[in-house]
């Protein structure tokens, strides 16, 4: 018995217990059904196709050889264009990937060579660089040591043209102090040989009193004049003439009063000594520390005794003696220095070079002043 679409929808089951639901068995056999219907039709057609293919087939074959061995020539030609194309497709593919190879070659290439002619650049620049950086640090540090160098040969200089001014100023003042123990000396001898005579009138020699005139002094001011005009000095009070102890650790320092000279400054050669050559004994001039005019000045004018009267009076008693009043000594030092101070302060334009002595010269006479007091003070004792 056939299984049909008609059969399949219309077959029954018996029941039994414990059996398939008959509603889904019912369904499902409506649906095979339907299924084996259309595959029926299917067949039915394909098999009209294949009959009707074998037919026009057969006519074919027996009808047009020639045109199927055309058709065959047609395929092969249209298979060997068909392997051309492909073989030009893959030598294009080939020739595109071979390019494009060749491309990243030459772009790789030319960045290598780029990036290492940035680098070489680089480095150059940098070697540069540091070249001149370090030119430039050379440079500077030769011209600081030059500069320093400058600097030290002139502060060299500087003090070694203040040693010699001090040597001189030193050896000015040890001639001047010099001079003012000769002058003491001379005149304690005087003032010893005319208190002697006061004290013992008859026991000196009826001698002739020289005058005022016949007294040769040595030449101080003569030598002062002409020569460039010294700081004023300050004369100190009596007080301040005490004896001083000796300068001693950093005070006896002699320092500059000058200050750092200028870089293109050339100080001139120390010059001749502001109080000149020692004074000439024998020189008739008119005054010197402790000379004869200048006591005979303190003593007052006296009339001149005619010339066969006898150089002293002899004293007739005591109240005579008693009226003899005994000249009031002044010191060498202050008149000296007072002298000094008068010479030294006498109004004179000056010039930029005399303000720079005179600051030197003063600086040098405050750093001195209790040193050259003591020194005399000493010499006294």
């Given at each position: ?363 040098f006479f405050e750093s001195e002043e209790d040193e050259t007091r003591q020194r005399r003070r000493g010499r006294r004792k």
């Amino acid at each position: 018995m056939d299984v049909t679409p008609q059969l399949v929808e219309q077959v029954e089951f018996a029941d039994k217990f414990r059996g398939y639901d008959p509603d889904q068995v019912d369904d499902f056999l409506e649906r095979v059904g339907v299924a084996l219907a259309g595959l029926t039709e299917q067949l039915k057609q394909a098999t009209e196709r294949a009959e009707r293919a074998e037919s026009e087939l057969a006519v074919a074959s027996s009808g047009a050889p020639q045109q199927v061995r055309s058709e065959e020539q047609e395929a092969e030609k249209m298979a060997r264009t068909l392997l051309l194309a492909q073989k030009a497709a893959d030598q294009a593919v080939e020739e595109a990937n071979a390019a494009a190879e060749a491309t990243l070659s030459e772009a790789r290439t030319a960045g290598e060579k780029l990036r290492s002619e940035a680098q070489q650049e680089a480095d150059r620049l940098l070697g540069e660089a540091r070249a001149e950086h370090e030119a430039l640090t050379r440079r500077a540090r030769e011209e600081a040591e030059e500069e320093v160098a400058e600097q030290r040969r002139q502060l060299i200089e500087q003090i070694e043209e203040l040693e010699t001014i001090r040597d001189g100023l030193m050896s000015d003042v040890g001639l001047l102090e010099g001079h003012l123990d000769a002058y003491r000396s001379s005149l304690q001898s005087t003032i010893d040989g005319i208190q002697s005579i006061l004290d013992n009138p008859e026991s000196g020699p009826p001698t002739e009193v020289p005058g005022l005139s016949d007294i040769s002094t040595p030449a101080v001011r003569d030598e002062l004049r002409g020569l460039p005009e010294p700081p004023p000095v300050e004369i100190p009070p009596r007080d301040d003439l005490a004896p001083q102890p000796e300068p001693v650790g950093p005070s006896a320092v002699f320092k500059s009063p000058l200050g750092p000279p200028p870089a293109a400054e050339k100080h001139p050669e120390p010059g001749p000594s502001i109080f000149g050559a020692p004074p000439v004994v024998g020189d008739d001039s008119e005054w010197g520390p402790g000379s004869w005019s200048r006591v005979g000045e303190d003593l007052g004018t006296q009339p001149s005794p005619p010339p066969d009267a006898p150089a002293f009076a002899p004293v007739t008693g005591p109240g005579d003696q008693d009226d003899v009043e005994e000249p009031e000594l002044v010191s060498s030092d202050d008149r000296f220095l007072k002298e000094l101070s008068e010479a030294v302060n006498a109004e004179t334009p000056k010039t930029a070079d005399d303000v720079e002595a005179d600051a030197a010269m003063a600086a040098f006479f405050e750093s001195e002043e209790d040193e050259t007091r003591q020194r005399r003070r000493g010499r006294r004792k």
